[in-house]
């Protein structure tokens, strides 16, 4: 108490020194001194401590009110020279609007980027920008910024076009850039500068300062109090819990308070956890050390001196006092940046500018935030300075990123992540390279920073330590600025540039060369290997340099001196790698079909090999530029192309692939997942560009420069298949039977990748230099190829492409020509899908599939070549020509090596004797004989006559063997594999090359005999063979035609043998159909003709028929009868708010709620589902219990929920898995006696009274002690027996099922514990068969469905078994106490003096009424023995509540809206009189508090669209309790419907008539229902008025734009935590709210457990279930209680149908009204929960989730 005390104290020392503060005084006299410095010092070390830090508590709005005063007020007098607002506000009017936008993201804020425009993906814009620029008609990307970074709007670097919005477009008069400071005097410009230096100084001064206890020079205070803080700082190493945990412990606070102080310091970086003297503030951190020091280094805390924290709270006042100064001209701006910038007197790095970078790791978070705000709106707003700001910034940047490095914050908070301002800007980022060397230091702190390295040099990531990781995390921001500078490429180059750019690549090769040969790895033979060694440091530093070595490529693609000087250095760079190339291994001569090539022995399968090379792959990069720019062609003499050395260059490339192969074929299984993953990685989308590409580039550039067939023999080697195809008798297959199994197949699936090799190296042109290709054709591949595998969405075929710097593709530009796109239905989402004419440019053997793509594609396309009827074989595509560069590739394919390879291969298939050769070694083979042909054909084609083709496939393929082995030629095999049985697959493919040999025989043969060529030859030949091919072809359709007839001629032969031997159980259920469908068209031959009625003494008697249904647990079979087993429907009974018209109603308290009439606002219902399936209720209680039993046992094993709760009594249904928590019984169709006693209403109406009076008097006599005795016995109608007791015409087991589902609807309806004796459960049963058929009717209506026969047949069950049950219910609750419910209900309509505080007309739901007073009225019947027709009854009872509905209509009706008077017929005019006839009399009764109506027709229509849900809701009900077959025009949406609905209900067309007709005994009923107190009370707007029709309910409308609603979510903030923003805003769909959802700062206790924002709301929302859209995340969020939830798709979609959840993709959303429409129908159907069940049920991850925290 005793500080709160002393907080009153304190302003009123203050106020004397306020009333004596003059402000203006204080300028001027400092306008005369001379060293304003000390005197400003002066007078804050006098008033800062006075005002600032007081005392525990903060007291914000008084220190501003008082800083501003006192403080603030002085120093903009003394710069304006006049009072501020005047001269604020003339500085405002001279200043020129700045072009730049500046505007500083705040966190979650949508930002726009232009995928055609934006010079990189960081130039974004705001939203008001965005909205006014050129963009939003372009491709853009929307993200949610995370903080920090500023609007590009009007930076004409950030953007190739449109870099101004309407709002920031420049005027054409400013264009001459003159000075901003010209406006202003010398003498302002002096004292503006004067007070930016001393306030700027004080500020910086505060902010580095380190002392705890004392303060700076001219800042002492004039008195020094014993006050101190304990002050807590922020770092990221411990978890909000520990540090919550810790506060508790030391400054004894709640859990809530330490959970305030922890999102404190969250947030601001520090936060006082005590004040008080010296001693009790170093108590509390000693303890907070202790505490924190077990797991990791202790939490920062310092105990400071009251006046030095006082002076560092005004500094960040200071700091954004100049911000908003500054704001005001664009003159003060660079006066600012001047002082901020100029040198101090220590001459480098002195300025106060350099003083905050370099002090920044040592700041806390808070002051970090306003300091960097600072510079943004100062520094980086100004051009001029930004330059010289990113002067200093890149001389100082190896001092920051160490301190990064070491710092416990993150990047957001550093002043290094300001390195994304300056370095994209491309003059900037041009000038720092070649002034400050900026490329070179970069690369070089990397390197600096990974020190650890083996003993060649190289980096060593193994058993790094966390201390190491964490520093390797940090060190790859310095990766992100490396590309930040190489983002945008120069279009001219001055001679500096390139040499700091080679200056900047030679430092580059330093780190490549650490990198080449890195994580090597050896082959585990005989045990698996023990340690999964580290790879994935290394693939991350791959993955972040990918993209810096594209860009390093494309640099230098721009200039031809730089690429030759670049390409010189990495050779020299690889030839150093190489240096240690050969030492160790040996030096082996190979000799094969005649030729010999040296070269040297190494085994992949024994040696150490590494799958690093970045320095070749940079060389082979280089290599096809020098083809692209054609450099090679132009200036042979400056590259030293002769010096190369392809074994050399192929040798390592070469190794890695060959270790793909081994991997594949599993010879190196004892290596572990590491491999695996490398391998994986290695070909994935993300690396494959610049490793397993570069690769192959680097085959294809040393093959082209070597002989073929020292090439191929050189890859034998490698793949060490060399044995096997050198041997003089390979084609004999080398015959050792002994050979291992394991060991075929290895060299088998060697064989297999070595071929596919040989086909890439061949195949693949389209990377433009190697083929003369375009740059786009290679991304149309590879969209053909993924749409070969099936028809694919946009995001797969995005994630399927390689991505540049800039996060595109370059998909958008191309994909139409390949693919055409199909919309989405309302789930799934949009596909491409191949264009058919693609289709021929597929190969089989593309390089980028994986062997599962490659079997999905191959299917694929086989499937799509059979439906169009042609034959099956897969050609290899025809390629484009190669650049000349790498021409002499194409002769691998005529090589005498391959031919020999060729051969062996075929002539093992001859022969397959042995499993030495597989049938996918033969597709390659044929494969590659077709490419040669190809090739072949192609150059026929395109050579003139004079020269001649080089290439000659077919005469090399038909020579036979040398003289000694004779071996068969190549074409003499395929000529014989052609009609090989075992080879049918083949048969396609065989035929197409025979065929294209022959064709290119007559071109040959043509072009030799005449020099004239007519292609008529080649196409007769072609014709013929194609005949042959379409005769083939139709012999085997016919004979697969007549194989089919003769199968389906045999399979009805048996049938009809079948039919013939049970003939009787065929003739049987024949019957019964006949029997059923009759039953169904004729009601009932008596009926046929009178029309359908469901209520009334004159209602439709169907005739019975026995209902037999199955049990789905034991299949049996049981008739529902009333003295038979019980049969039951699993349900799902919950609490809801779907239809409620008053959120607001506050939930009542179950213990004394009397829920026995509903009001007609349906705040809270209960709804009962059923999924259908029928068991017997024993199988169910057997079921029950083993799932009980499950329960307990997996609770012992696992602590996790399952999709539904045991202990709340749900369970899946056995069948569907629907959720369900109860069960219905099924019960026989009531018989209602056809008795002749059939009274009126008035003499029911006497009958009814003498009744309830008799049992009045039964019910008093049952209380225990009556206090006066009864003298006068009610005369008692005879036949009315109160004592009898009627006999229950029920089996035990359906009484057990009564209790059952009575008390589950009563427990859950009521949120209370089960009590079987509990007089409210028929009510609730009653309730909820009322709100069930209520919430039906409401989705026909919107689903616009006819009222009968479109209902599920689920549902259908479902409201019979529920009205069936409600009828029957009294029989297992106390009779008396039913007949009381009926008492009080029917009290509500004919009031009973017996029966106190009956609710007032208005406040009643009729329908519900309705449901409950027939329901109820059997517990009175069953005692009656007049021969009371029970349809009588209810027929009036029924005509009463619809006679108070009408004038619950009336009373409630608005006043007439001016509508034009239709001219109404005969009819209506009758029905029309009588509307105003009973409105009049209601006035009579009412008095003024309705108002006179004159149009009948307005009232009649009131009535009769108010009374129609009601009227749909009784038919509805009857017809499910009676079984009354509907008319056939209710199962259309027809017109007409009206008369025949009242028919149905025996109610007269014209409503009125019911009170007309029987006017004077309604009359009083009338008076009495008007003369109710709570009438006047709710008409003049006492209570809730409800007027009819009740609108359905329909979840809240969305915006069409999604950046709408995230800007909406960003300027939300957090309701709890004063101004802080929201980390996770979810949006309510049923109520609008917007709630700080997963916080810490948002949870509520309820029922006894902290939930979070959202659970919380759905109980007061939406009775414990909801509907939210988390916005940043775009997702859908479903809750049910408090363990339940699953995630389900927005309805936003992108263009491409698709939603992007987590917004990763960031292409534009828009909302999709059919899904939305799909989520509130979900709503409407209660089925909510029921998607939750069904969702955590198939997929477990979803059940862990802690759902009540959100």
């Keep these: 108490m005793a500080a709160a005390e002393s907080d009153r104290e304190v302003p009123s020392a203050l106020c004397t020194e306020f009333l004596n503060f003059s402000v203006k005084d204080t300028a001027s006299k400092w306008l005369q001194v001379t060293d304003l410095y000390k005197e400003v010092y002066h007078h804050l070390a006098r008033y800062v401590p006075k005002i600032y830090c007081l005392g525990p508590n903060l007291n914000p709005q008084s220190e501003d009110l008082l800083a501003q005063m006192l403080l603030q007020a002085p120093l903009e007098w003394y710069l304006c020279g006049e009072d501020p607002s005047t001269g604020l506000a003339k500085l405002e009017q001279n200043n020129q609007p700045s072009q730049l936008c500046g505007h500083v993201f705040k966190v979650g804020e949508p930002t726009y980027s232009c995928r055609e425009c934006a010079a990189d993906p960081t130039c974004v814009l705001c939203m008001q920008c965005f909205l006014g620029s050129v963009h939003k008609e372009h491709r853009y990307r929307m993200t949610t910024s995370g903080g920090g970074g500023f609007c590009d709007c009007g930076d004409t670097e950030a953007w190739k076009k449109g870099p101004y919005c309407q709002k920031h477009e420049p005027n054409i008069s400013d264009s001459c850039q003159e000075d901003p400071l010209a406006h202003l005097s010398t003498d302002m410009i002096a004292r503006c500068y004067n007070v930016f230096s001393v306030v700027l100084k004080y500020a910086v001064d505060m902010l580095t300062w380190d002392k705890e206890d004392e303060l700076p020079l001219g800042l002492e205070p004039p008195d020094r109090s014993d006050t101190y803080y304990c002050m807590l700082f922020n770092d990221e190493v411990h978890t909000y819990e520990q540090v919550i945990y810790t506060l508790q412990k030391a400054v004894n606070c709640t859990q809530k308070e330490a959970v305030s102080f922890a999102t404190t310091v969250d947030r601001d970086g520090r936060k006082s956890v005590r004040f008080g003297d010296f001693a009790f503030c170093e108590l509390a951190k000693s303890v907070i050390v202790r505490n924190t020091s077990r797991q990791s280094k202790p939490l920062r805390v310092q105990v400071m001196h009251s006046s030095v924290v006082a002076h560092q709270c005004f500094a960040l006042k200071a700091l954004h006092w100049l911000g908003h100064v500054i704001g005001y001209s664009d003159a003060l701006r660079r006066i600012l940046c001047q002082v901020g910038l100029e040198r101090g007197p220590e001459g480098e790095n002195s300025s106060l500018v350099d003083t905050l970078m370099l002090c920044d790791s040592k700041m806390w978070k808070g002051a970090r935030n306003v300091y960097h705000q600072l510079f943004m709106s100062s520094l980086l707003m100004d051009l001029k300075y930004k330059k010289l700001f990113a002067i200093q910034f890149a001389k100082n940047y190896e001092r920051l990123q160490s301190d990064y490095v070491k710092d416990d914050h993150d990047r957001e908070f550093s002043v290094t992540d300001l390195s994304v301002q300056m370095f994209t800007v491309p003059s900037l980022a041009r000038m720092l390279i070649t002034e400050e060397n900026l490329m070179t230091t970069i690369i070089r702190t990397f390197v600096d920073h990974l020190r650890h390295r083996d003993l060649q040099g190289r980096f060593q990531f193994e058993r790094y330590t966390a201390q190491q990781a964490f520093k390797f995390r940090r060190v790859q921001s310095l990766i992100g600025d490396l590309k930040y500078v190489l983002i945008s490429r120069p279009t001219e180059w001055s001679d500096q540039l390139r040499e700091k750019f080679l200056e900047g690549l030679d430092t580059f090769l330093e780190l490549l060369k650490c990198m080449q040969g890195m994580d090597p790895v050896v082959r585990q033979v005989g045990q698996h290997i023990e340690m999964e060694p580290e790879w994935e440091a290394a693939f991350t530093l791959q993955m972040k340099l990918t993209h810096i070595i594209s860009m390093m490529q494309e640099w230098c693609a721009t200039d031809e001196r730089v690429l030759i000087e670049a390409y010189k250095k990495c050779l020299t760079a690889l030839t150093h790698c190489h240096s240690g190339f050969a030492d160790g291994e040996q030096p082996i001569t190979l000799s094969m079909c005649g030729h010999s090539v040296d070269t040297i022995r190494y085994c992949v399968s024994q040696e150490k090999v590494s799958i690093h090379l970045p320095v070749s792959r940079l060389l082979a990069g280089l290599h096809v530029l020098l083809s692209k720019m054609e450099v090679a062609y132009r200036f042979p003499e400056q590259l030293p192309l002769s010096e190369l050395s392809p074994p050399m260059l192929i040798e390592h490339p070469l190794r890695c692939l060959v270790l793909c192969a081994q991997v594949h074929a599993g010879m190196w299984r004892r290596n572990g997942f590491s491999l695996v993953n490398q391998i994986y990685y290695y070909h994935n989308v993300k690396c494959r560009v610049e490793m397993f590409d570069k690769d192959l580039i680097m085959l294809q550039a040393g093959a082209s420069m070597m002989d073929p067939n020292h090439f191929l023999m050189i890859v034998l080697s490698r793949f060490e298949l060399y044995h096997i195809f050198s041997s003089a008798d390979c084609r004999k297959r080398y015959n050792r039977e002994n050979v291992n199994k394991d060991v075929v197949q290895q060299n088998n699936t060697l064989t297999e990748e070595m071929l596919h090799l040989i086909m890439m190296v061949v195949g693949e042109r389209f990377e433009a230099g190697i083929g003369q290709v375009e740059g786009c054709d290679e991304i149309k591949r590879e969209i053909l190829h993924q749409l070969c595998i099936r028809p694919m969405a946009h995001s797969e075929l995005v994630k399927a492409l390689p991505e540049n710097e800039n996060k595109e593709t370059g998909m958008e530009r191309v994909i139409d020509c390949v693919a055409s796109f199909k919309k989405p239905g309302v789930t799934g989402r949009g596909l491409y899908e191949l264009r058919p004419e693609c289709a021929k440019q597929f190969n089989l053997y593309f390089h980028h599939y994986s062997r599962a793509d490659q079997s999905k594609a191959e299917e694929a396309q086989r499937k799509l070549k059979r439906q169009n009827g042609e034959d099956t074989a897969l050609p290899p595509p025809v390629l484009p020509p190669f650049c000349p560069l790498f021409a002499s590739l194409v002769n691998i394919l005529q090589c005498d090596v391959l031919l020999g390879m060729l051969g062996a291969v075929l002539q093992w298939a001859v022969e397959p004797s042995a499993g030495h050769w597989s049938e996918s070694m033969l597709q390659r083979v044929l494969h590659l004989i077709g490419m040669a042909l190809l090739e072949e054909q192609q150059q026929l084609e395109n050579s003139s006559e004079d020269n001649d083709v080089y290439f000659n496939f077919t005469l090399k393929m038909s020579r036979p063997g040398e003289a000694p082995s004779n071996t068969a030629s190549v074409l003499a095999l395929l000529e014989n594999l052609q009609n090989a049985p075992h080879l049918e697959v083949h048969e396609d493919m065989i035929r197409w090359l025979l065929k294209t040999v022959a064709g290119i025989k007559t071109m040959r043969e043509r072009s030799a005999s005449t020099s004239t060529v007519t292609a008529s030859g080649s196409r007769g030949q072609e014709e013929t063979a194609c005949d042959k091919d379409k005769a083939e072809r139709k012999r085997k359709a016919e004979m697969a035609r007549l194989r089919r007839e003769k199968v389906m001629a045999q399979m009805s032969e048996m049938q009809r043998h079948f039919i013939n031997e049970n003939k009787e159980l065929f003739q049987q259920s024949l019957e019964e159909l006949d029997a059923s469908t009759s039953t169904s068209l004729e009601h009932s031959p008596a009926l046929s003709d009178a029309a359908l009625a469901c209520v009334g003494p004159r209602r439709s008697r169907p005739r019975e028929k026995r209902q037999v249904v199955t049990c789905i647990l034991c299949q049996e079979e049981q008739e529902i009868r009333a003295d038979g087993k019980a049969m039951v429907l699993a349900a799902f009974v919950q609490r809801s708010t779907v239809m409620s018209k008053n959120r607001t109603r506050p939930p009542h308290d179950p213990k004394r709620y009397d829920p026995l009439f509903?009001?007609?606002?349906?705040?809270?219902?209960?709804?009962?589902?059923?999924?259908?399936?029928?068991?017997?209720?024993?199988?169910?209680?057997?079921?029950?219990?083993?799932?009980?039993?499950?329960?307990?046992?997996?609770?012992?094993?696992?602590?996790?929920?399952?999709?539904?709760?045991?202990?709340?009594?749900?369970?899946?249904?056995?069948?569907?898995?629907?959720?369900?928590?109860?069960?219905?019984?099924?019960?026989?169709?009531?018989?209602?006696?056809?008795?002749?006693?059939?009274?009126?209403?008035?003499?029911?109406?006497?009958?009814?009274?003498?009744?309830?009076?008799?049992?009045?008097?039964?019910?008093?006599?049952?209380?225990?002690?009556?206090?006066?005795?009864?003298?006068?016995?009610?005369?008692?109608?005879?036949?009315?027996?109160?004592?009898?007791?009627?006999?229950?015409?029920?089996?035990?087991?359906?009484?057990?099922?009564?209790?059952?589902?009575?008390?589950?609807?009563?427990?859950?309806?009521?949120?209370?514990?089960?009590?079987?004796?509990?007089?409210?459960?028929?009510?609730?049963?009653?309730?909820?068969?009322?709100?069930?058929?209520?919430?039906?009717?409401?989705?026909?209506?919107?689903?616009?469905?006819?009222?009968?026969?479109?209902?599920p047949?689920?549902?259908?069950?479902?409201?019979?078994?529920?009205?069936?049950?409600?009828?029957?219910?009294?029989?297992?609750?106390?009779?008396?106490?039913?007949?009381?419910?009926?008492?009080?209900?029917?009290?509500?309509?004919?009031?009973?003096?017996?029966?106190?505080?009956?609710?007032?007309?208005?406040?009643?739901?009729?329908?519900?009424?309705?449901?409950?007073?027939?329901?109820?009225?059997?517990?009175?019947?069953?005692?009656?023995?007049?021969?009371?027709?029970?349809?009588?009854?209810?027929?009036?009872?029924?005509?009463?509540?619809?006679?108070?509905?009408?004038?619950?209509?009336?009373?409630?009706?608005?006043?007439?809206?001016?509508?034009?008077?239709?001219?109404?017929?005969?009819?209506?005019?009758?029905?029309?009189?009588?509307?105003?006839?009973?409105?009049?009399?209601?006035?009579?009764?009412?008095?003024?508090?309705?108002?006179?109506?004159?149009?009948?027709?307005?009232?009649?229509?009131?009535?009769?669209?108010?009374?129609?849900?009601?009227?749909?809701?009784?038919?509805?009900?009857?017809?499910?309790?009676?079984?009354?077959?509907?008319?056939?025009?209710?199962?259309?949406?027809?017109?007409?419907?009206?008369?025949?609905?009242?028919?149905?209900?025996?109610?007269?067309?014209?409503?009125?008539?019911?009170?007309?007709?029987?006017?004077?005994?309604?009359?009083?009923?009338?008076?009495?229902?008007?003369?109710?107190?709570?009438?006047?009370?709710?008409?003049?707007?006492?209570?809730?008025?409800?007027?009819?029709?009740?609108?359905?309910?329909?979840?809240?409308?969305?915006?069409?734009?999604?950046?709408?609603?995230?800007?909406?979510?960003?300027?939300?903030?957090?309701?709890?935590?004063?101004?802080?923003?929201?980390?996770?805003?979810?949006?309510?769909?049923?109520?609008?709210?917007?709630?700080?959802?997963?916080?810490?700062?948002?949870?509520?206790?309820?029922?006894?457990?902290?939930?979070?924002?959202?659970?919380?709301?759905?109980?007061?929302?939406?009775?414990?279930?909801?509907?939210?859209?988390?916005?940043?995340?775009?997702?859908?969020?479903?809750?049910?209680?408090?363990?339940?939830?699953?995630?389900?798709?927005?309805?936003?979609?992108?263009?491409?149908?698709?939603?992007?959840?987590?917004?990763?993709?960031?292409?534009?959303?828009?909302?999709?009204?059919?899904?939305?429409?799909?989520?509130?129908?979900?709503?409407?159907?209660?089925?909510?929960?029921?998607?939750?069940?069904?969702?955590?049920?198939?997929?477990?991850?979803?059940?862990?989730?802690?759902?009540?925290?959100?």
Excluded at 1287 to 1306: R, W
Excluded at 1370 to 1393: E, K, M, N, S, Y
Excluded at 1404 to 1417: G, K, Q, R, T
Excluded at 1642 to 1658: K, M, N, R, S
């Design 1353 to 1750: 047949c689920r549902q259908d069950d479902c409201l019979s078994s529920l009205a069936r049950f409600g009828s029957a219910c009294w029989t297992a609750a106390c009779q008396p106490t039913v007949q009381g419910h009926f008492i009080r209900l029917l009290a509500a309509l004919i009031p009973d003096p017996q029966v106190e505080a009956s609710p007032c007309i208005l406040d009643v739901d009729m329908l519900h009424l309705l449901v409950s007073v027939v329901l109820s009225y059997g517990s009175v019947h069953s005692q009656d023995s007049s021969g009371l027709s029970v349809d009588a009854v209810q027929l009036h009872l029924f005509h009463l509540i619809t006679v108070a509905h009408m004038v619950q209509i009336l009373l409630t009706s608005g006043p007439e809206e001016v509508t034009m008077e239709q001219e109404s017929g005969e009819a209506e005019r009758g029905e029309e009189e009588g509307a105003c006839r009973l409105y009049n009399t209601l006035r009579t009764h009412v008095g003024s508090s309705l108002p006179e109506v004159g149009s009948g027709w307005h009232l009649w229509r009131c009535v009769k669209t108010g009374i129609l849900p009601y009227l749909r809701g009784a038919a509805l009900f009857f017809h499910h309790l009676h079984g009354v077959p509907a008319p056939p025009e209710l199962h259309a949406l027809c017109p007409g419907q009206w008369e025949v609905l009242c028919g149905y209900l025996s109610l007269p067309s014209n409503l009125l008539q019911l009170f007309h007709g029987q006017q004077e005994l309604l009359e009083p009923l009338l008076h009495e229902w008007c003369t109710h107190p709570g009438i006047q009370q709710t008409l003049q707007g006492g209570g809730v008025l409800v007027s009819f029709p009740r609108e359905s309910n329909s979840l809240i409308d969305l915006p069409d734009d999604y950046s709408a609603l995230i800007n909406q979510a960003s300027s939300f903030t957090c309701p709890k935590s004063g101004g802080d923003k929201s980390r996770a805003p979810t949006l309510c769909l049923v109520c609008g709210s917007m709630l700080c959802s997963q916080s810490y700062c948002c949870q509520t206790e309820l029922e006894g457990e902290d939930v979070g924002a959202c659970t919380a709301h759905t109980f007061a929302c939406g009775a414990g279930v909801g509907i939210f859209l988390r916005v940043r995340e775009s997702q859908v969020l479903f809750l049910a209680g408090k363990t339940k939830g699953c995630f389900y798709a927005p309805p936003y979609l992108d263009d491409y149908g698709e939603t992007d959840q987590g917004l990763r993709r960031g292409n534009p959303l828009h909302l999709c009204h059919e899904r939305y429409r799909k989520i509130q129908k979900l709503w409407r159907q209660h089925s909510i929960t029921e998607e939750i069940g069904h969702a955590q049920e198939a997929n477990q991850t979803l059940v862990g989730i802690d759902w009540q925290h959100l």
């Design 1158 to 1351: 509903m009001h007609p606002d349906l705040s809270f219902g209960t709804h009962t589902g059923s999924c259908g399936h029928i068991m017997h209720s024993h199988c169910w209680q057997r079921y029950f219990e083993a799932v009980q039993a499950k329960e307990q046992r997996r609770q012992q094993r696992l602590r996790v929920h399952t999709s539904y709760d045991v202990g709340n009594g749900e369970f899946l249904c056995p069948l569907c898995e629907c959720l369900s928590n109860t069960v219905i019984p099924l019960l026989p169709r009531t018989m209602g006696s056809s008795s002749c006693e059939q009274p009126g209403l008035g003499q029911w109406l006497k009958t009814s009274g003498q009744q309830i009076k008799a049992m009045h008097s039964a019910h008093r006599k049952l209380q225990p002690v009556s206090t006066v005795e009864e003298t006068v016995e009610e005369e008692c109608p005879a036949v009315f027996n109160v004592d009898y007791i009627p006999t229950n015409p029920y089996s035990s087991t359906i009484k057990e099922m009564l209790t059952t589902f009575g008390t589950a609807t009563y427990k859950v309806g009521l949120k209370v514990h089960p009590n079987e004796q509990d007089p409210r459960i028929p009510i609730m049963c009653w309730s909820s068969c009322a709100y069930t058929i209520q919430s039906i009717e409401r989705l026909l209506v919107d689903e616009k469905k006819p009222l009968f026969g479109s209902l």
